[in-house]
């Protein structure tokens, strides 16, 4: 079992760029969720779909900030335009059916490490 | 709305010391309670959880997790740390149809 697999792994981007954050789920696995974490607001929400279905986006900064599920394993999490204060490590996580679509139990992926200079 | 309150931000102790880390929820009813654990450069893992049954909940690497429903609380504990044990820990809940929410997270530093 590979895991959730994120890529790129470390993103350095000029304010302004797009920047496409990727995941792969757990094969099985319905349910995934984007998170933000830094330092000051420490680990955030921003989305999280179920059955390819966006749930809850409320934690979705801006407009800047929009994600697609384009089918059931895959993920993309986009920035259009990068500013500075988006750099952050961007986590996802997937859950399995028996999770009931809420994310008890999330696996994570090892997260891409972002920086908008 | 509910809520996860981790009041001890840093915590620093010797090896061979005990761990309680702190976990409070706001919410009256139903929950599933989680702790997961951050190590420094990775990234979440699942600790424990609590669905049901017995409130005193037994995890992996010597960690335990007692649910008092009363306090509506869920505190991790570990009779005696190692320093592999530095890490990040992040308690969580699931209650009513929201989907699982996340402390502010505990850094724990174990010193030599």
């Known amino acids: 079992d590979a895991g959730v697999i994120q890529s790129p792994r470390h993103e350095v981007t000029e304010m302004g760029q797009e920047v496409t954050l990727r995941c792969k789920l757990i094969?099985?696995?319905?349910?995934l969720f984007w998170y933000r974490q830094t330092m000051m607001r420490g680990l955030e929400l921003l989305i999280y779909?179920?059955?390819?279905?966006?749930?809850?986006d409320s934690g979705m900064p801006e407009d800047r900030f929009s994600a697609k599920m384009p089918n059931a394993s895959f993920s993309t999490l986009k920035i259009q335009p990068s500013e500075p204060r988006d750099s952050a490590v961007y986590f996802c996580?997937?859950?399995?059916?028996?999770?009931?679509?809420?994310?008890?139990?999330?696996?994570f992926g090892a997260g891409t490490r972002l920086s908008v200079l | 709305a509910q809520s996860v309150s981790q009041h001890n931000h840093h915590v620093i102790l010797s090896e061979a010391a005990s761990l309680e880390l702190g976990c409070n929820y706001s919410?009256?009813?139903?929950?599933?309670l989680f702790w997961y654990v951050q190590y420094p450069g990775q990234h979440l893992q699942l600790l424990l959880k609590?669905?049901?049954?017995?409130?005193l909940v037994k995890g992996i690497k010597g960690f335990e997790a007692e649910f008092i429903k009363s306090k509506f609380s869920f505190n991790l504990r570990k009779p005696s740390v190692q320093w592999s044990d530095t890490a990040e820990y992040f308690c969580?809940?699931?209650?009513?149809?929201?989907?699982?929410?996340f402390g502010s997270g505990t850094r724990l530093q174990v010193q030599p």
């Open positions: 996580a997937s859950s399995p059916p028996t999770s009931g679509g809420l994310g008890g139990i999330q696996y």
């Open positions: 094969s099985g696995h319905n349910s």
């Open positions: 779909f179920n059955n390819n279905v966006p749930i809850d």
């Open positions: 919410y009256g009813g139903t929950v599933n």
């Open positions: 609590y669905f049901s049954g017995d409130p």
């Open positions: 969580a809940v699931i209650a009513g149809r929201r989907a699982l929410t």
